[in-house]
């Protein structure tokens, strides 16, 4: 399938490593030109540096829960490319609690991670589309649908917002000929969960899918680039999960368990 992003710009928030880094690569491979953006400027100086391999890449080190930042960005992409056809809003993190309550701090931080960095980042698209159309990917979770307690008791909340302002924002901007989608990965072994996740936890979690797998970053990715592409023209506001069927049913283990008692 041509998805018809030969010679267009996608620009990728929170794409030094993981989901982002992993759909930077498939816009390449697809003829795209993309920004890409991190907070950690060694790490996105390594992630421009591989991905350049692939085509052309510009890069600049931020915090997306700054809106300054985020515009003049957006501003310095546009100086270079002249275009902005897709954006992709993947940016976020988890936050714990230090004691049993979280502080105004705490919340602050997930809130702004999590959901301003969104905000922020389809306004700055939208700045640069209302004249000639595009595309807004936001990266929510499944954790949208279902909530994680305790260590990430704030993250699926957000996620959820994330959602509900994919619809929001849809309906803005969809006069001006700009689609705004969301995308809500499963569980996914990014570099981040391979280092500080135990294996019987990932066990856990894949055996909570139908597919029994967990996905690699590549598996969101490629989802995302239809999305955000001349191929998906007729979606928004719309919300595709990719988590390989997990916690959809209450025994994810029958099928396998029959096909074995068959064979």
């Not at 990715?221 to 955000?228: E, G, I, R, S, Y």
Request: proline residues 3%; contains cysteine.
């Amino acid at each position: 399938m041509n998805l018809g992003l030969t010679d267009k710009v996608a620009v990728i928030m929170g794409a030094s490593k993981g989901i982002g880094f992993a759909v930077a690569k498939e816009f390449l491979k697809e003829g795209c030109k993309v920004a890409i953006t991190a907070r950690h400027e060694n790490e996105l100086v390594l992630a421009a540096k591989e991905l350049s391999e692939y085509g052309e890449v510009y890069y600049e080190a931020l915090d997306a829960t700054k809106d300054d930042m985020v515009y003049s960005f957006a501003k310095h992409v546009y100086e270079k490319f002249g275009y902005i056809h897709s954006w992709i809003n993947n940016v976020g993190a988890t936050g714990t609690k230090a004691g049993e309550e979280y502080t105004d701090q705490e919340i602050n931080y997930v809130t702004d991670i999590c959901f301003k960095s969104a905000v922020y980042g389809c306004q700055a698209a939208f700045r640069y589309m209302k004249n000639q159309g595009g595309s807004i990917v936001n990266i929510s979770s499944l954790s949208a649908r279902c909530p994680s307690a305790g260590r990430s008791t704030l993250y699926g909340p957000m996620k959820a917002a994330i959602v509900n302002l994919t619809n929001t924002m849809a309906g803005e901007y969809c006069a001006y000929g700009v689609r705004v989608v969301c995308v809500m990965p499963g569980f996914t072994l990014t570099p981040l969960a391979r280092e500080n996740i135990s294996q019987e936890e990932l066990d856990f979690n894949k055996n909570g899918t139908l597919l029994r797998k967990l996905a690699e970053p590549e598996d969101i990715a490629k989802p995302v680039v239809f999305l955000a592409s001349d191929a998906a023209s007729y979606i928004t506001a719309t919300t595709l999960e990719v988590s390989g069927g997990r916690s959809v049913t209450l025994n994810p283990s029958y099928s396998y368990d029959k096909k074995q008692n068959l064979s």
